[in-house]
């Protein structure tokens, strides 16, 4: 991990970075890179009435806080859900100031069979801006019919439980299953078993810099 100095997590919305990569970027934290976290959503239009807008932005700040990340590398951007696909140059053009201004090593985002609209567009245009990076495409099982999973980050336990913690922080969303402390720890321990490890995130090999 002390090869990568620089890593940018692009997360379509938030708790998407956390829920995909959390763990590794604990650990990437751990091992001294810089972690810069970006979410092109804070879903102001789409919470339910009874919360204030802001929520997700800042349960975002304390989850993404308890995993390295410094405050001042979490960008926001405030895109509405859903709507992606109708912004994507705007999209572009902000990964393209992002890789000019933070010329990340490494950058986590969805995979490329990602069947979210959004997340879709933030994986194509993640290729356009960042050509000459070392990229990963995390996986979010409840959105992707198939995951080639040909990447492995080995994870302490430490790393599992930083990442639940940080996935606790988002009280707004926790009605969903999949931010099941049980759901988060056993895909973590399956793909942990698939090379004899404790535990790992599995990740597809979008493009490789060596």
């Known amino acids: 991990m002390k090869q990568f100095e620089k890593v940018l997590v692009l997360a379509p919305h938030t708790d998407d970075g956390e829920l995909g990569c959390g763990a590794t970027i604990h650990k990437l934290s ?51 859900v859903r ?7 705007t999209l572009l053009e902000d990964m393209v100031m992002l890789e000019k201004k933070i010329k990340p090593d490494l950058v986590l985002m969805p995979c490329s069979t990602d069947i979210h609209q959004d997340h879709q567009t933030i994986y194509a245009e993640g290729l356009r801006a960042f050509k000459q990076t070392t990229i990963l495409g995390y996986e979010l099982p409840w959105n992707n019919l198939s995951f080639t999973t040909n990447t492995f980050v080995t994870l302490s336990e430490n790393n599992v ?50």
């Open 83 to 89: 709507h992606f696909p109708s912004i994507r140059q």
């Open 30 to 80: 751990e091992a001294g890179a810089e972690v810069f976290y970006v979410a092109f959503s804070i879903c102001t239009r789409s919470l339910p009435e009874h919360l204030h807008p802001m929520t997700l932005a800042e349960e975002v700040k304390k989850a993404t806080e308890l995993l390295g990340v410094k405050k001042e590398n979490l960008i926001l951007y405030d895109y509405d």
């Open 161 to 210: 439980q930083q990442k639940i913690k940080a996935l606790n922080e988002y009280e707004s969303q926790k009605a969903r299953s999949y931010l099941n402390a049980d759901f988060i720890r056993s895909l973590a321990k399956t793909r942990g078993v698939q090379i004899a490890a404790d535990y790992a995130e599995a990740f597809e090999l979008i493009r490789w810099i060596i």
